[in-house]
């Protein structure tokens, strides 16, 4: 995948903690459900387009769900289709993407591109 330089989250992740309906405009809808969602979003102010996945693991313990937030920037209908294709396991062959890991017991959540160099 390419690097979105052009995009404004390339340099401050941490504005993805927003709303995302203030930062994205939604394209298309894959999977809509509790514990696991994926969309493609674009971003509202370059253009850029983004393979979302939320995943929530369920913490029947604690009630503590981790929970995970993936953006992977893509340029094709075939980039799209492969991500649509993977596992959630299988998305983090992908580089780079914005990660929003927010595990069991944590205080806040961990924002960062894994990729980026």
């Known amino acids: 995948m ?11 992740p941490e504005l993805v903690r927003g709303p995302s309906q203030d930062f994205f405009e939604l394209m298309e809808t894959y999977v809509d459900d509790s514990h696991l969602s994926r ?9 850029q387009l983004y393979f979302f996945e939320f995943y929530e693991e369920i913490d029947w ?3 503590d769900d ?17 991500l649509k294709n993977s596992s959630q396991f299988g998305l983090l062959q992908f580089f780079p993407r914005l990660q ?14 894994n990729g980026k160099e």
Do not use: H, M
């Not at 390419?2 to 401050?12: A, D, F, G, Y």
């Not at 929970?67 to 799209?80: A, D, F, K, L, R």
């Not at 929003?100 to 591109?113: G, L, T």
């Open 61 to 63: 313990v604690d009630g």
């Open 66 to 82: 981790p929970q995970y937030s993936t953006y992977i920037p893509v340029e094709t209908g075939e980039e799209v289709q492969a």
């Open 2 to 12: 390419k690097n979105p330089t052009q995009c404004v989250l390339w340099e401050n």
């Open 100 to 113: 929003i890991d927010f595990p069991k017991e944590a205080k806040k959540p961990k924002i960062w591109w």
């Open 39 to 47: 969309r493609l979003l674009k971003c509202r102010e370059c253009g």
